[in-house]
């Protein structure tokens, strides 16, 4: 069965920082490019970064870029997003996805993703 299951979430005042995790199994991690995606209320899902497993090549949103870090342990098929300097806007529910093989050039579109998680929320208090 395959699982992706995301962690870290909570509630963190602005300017603070937050980890999340994604956890695979279920299917070949390192067949798969893995990707963070967020939605808030009345939005649509957005794409926050993502990074690849055969080359490495990461990806981010222009909001995101300098403040938040993917990385990946293959060896425990998981995926991080550090994510530094938060604003009330980063406020969503965030989703990792997976993606079978590899990110080209820049974020892909959700609709391309194969896998989703259930998502953790993400709360930036002003």
């Known amino acids: 069965e395959v699982q992706l299951v995301e962690s870290g979430g909570g509630l963190v005042q602005a300017g603070g920082s937050l980890r999340l995790s994604c956890a695979a199994s279920g299917f070949t991690f390192n067949e798969y490019a893995i990707g963070w995606f967020r939605q808030a209320p009345g939005k649509e899902r957005e794409g926050v970064s993502s990074?690849?497993?055969?080359?490495?090549?990461?990806f981010y949103g222009d909001s995101m870029k300098g403040r938040f870090t993917i990385s990946r342990d293959s060896g425990k098929n998981i995926v991080y997003l550090q994510m530094n300097d938060l604003k009330p806007e980063d406020t969503a529910v965030y989703y990792c996805?997976?993606?079978?093989?590899?990110?080209?050039?820049?974020?892909?579109?959700?609709?391309?993703?194969?896998?989703w998680g259930q998502g953790t929320q993400v709360t930036v208090s002003s």
């Open positions: 990074i690849n497993s055969v080359d490495g090549k990461t």
């Open positions: 996805a997976a993606l079978r093989g590899t990110v080209g050039a820049g974020l892909v579109h959700r609709d391309d993703y194969e896998y």
